[in-house]
């Protein structure tokens, strides 16, 4: 189990990771917590390449922040992710959105950092 927050202003942020076998299920909330938008990132061995897809959720923003999460996941992992994104704050700013995605962004790579130095190996680039 992996688990990290971040401040930012007044949002808390909150990723939480754990292992669902050899796969990786992880949820990033803040401020509302829900579940806005969820992405699934695969690993092709063969190719040596990353892909993700997403579902949002009507009305919610968190599309792009979970597909790129999911594969930045799964091509530094090797393994399959599911990343699930909900992070609602009322009146937010284009310039408190950038500070929220560029901290998840951040909060994300501990998490891979996490995977290279804990039982959870990470795939290293070649």
Avoid: W
Avoid at 51 to 59: A, E, Q, Y
């Amino acid at each position: 189990m992996f688990k990290t927050t971040r401040k930012v202003g007044s949002v808390e942020l909150m990723l939480e990771a754990k292992k669902l076998g050899e796969d990786y299920l992880l949820a990033l909330t803040g401020g509302k917590a829900h579940a806005g938008a969820v992405a699934v990132g695969l690993f092709d061995e063969n190719s040596r390449r990353a892909s993700s897809s997403v579902i949002t959720l009507p009305g919610h923003r968190e599309e792009q922040l979970a597909l790129d999460s999911a594969r930045r996941i799964s091509r530094a992992t090797g393994k399959t992710s599911v990343f699930v994104a909900g992070i609602h704050v009322d009146n937010i700013s284009q310039e408190k959105i950038g500070e929220i995605v560029s901290a998840a962004e951040e909060m994300v790579g501990s998490f891979i950092a996490s995977c290279e130095k804990s039982d959870m190996p990470a795939r290293r680039s070649k």
